[in-house]
């Protein structure tokens, strides 16, 4: 029973790999999943860089976020830096509450959630949003289409992602933070 579902499983996913460039070098890589149909999926996103700054940095992170009927219900997010866990969150939905923590503030409730999540903008165009869930801070953040097929992500610490697809396929995300900027891109 367990290899027919297992097989059904794999046979279900969509999965896709994005490169993650530093300048012009290779310094990582994003595996992304989406189990099921987009009103009840399931994104898996996992990524491993090493990255030179002053030391070497190599840095993992992992995304699962879950939707029922359209509704983001779960998600949880980690980024370890070397061997130290360096940011957490979760978020959990019982009876139309969201119980959410984000490492290591107190815990708090929300009672909505936009319906567009970064984790779906790995497989959709956020074609008349303004706004997205960041499952790293628990959040809805400002999206702005600042071109053709480009959208801007604001965070709260005023760091910006932008999302470039072509043909409604996200092809390239460019990452822009304090002492790093860094390159997504369709491998």
Known sequence: MSFLCC???????????????????????IQVMRL???????????SYSEIEMVLKQVV????????????VVSCNTMLRLNKSLRDSTNMSTHAGV????????????????SQWTTARMYYEEPV????VFVESVLLDCPLRKT???????TFPNKNVTRYIYRNGVL???QVDRTLINLVFRRA
Do not use: W
């Open 147 to 153: 071109a053709p097929d480009t959208y801007t992500l």
């Open 60 to 71: 993992r992170t992992s995304l699962t976020t879950s939707y029922l009927h359209g509704n």
């Open 128 to 131: 008349d949003q303004t706004s």
């Open 36 to 46: 099921g149909q987009p009103a009840n999926a399931t994104y898996l996103i996992t």
């Open 98 to 113: 969201s119980h959410c923590y984000v490492k290591p503030d107190a815990p708090f409730q929300r009672t909505a959630t």
């Open 171 to 173: 092809q390239e995300m």
């Open 7 to 29: 097989g059904f499983v794999n046979a279900s996913a969509q999965r896709s790999t994005f490169n993650i460039f530093k300048g012009n070098n290779i310094v990582g890589s």
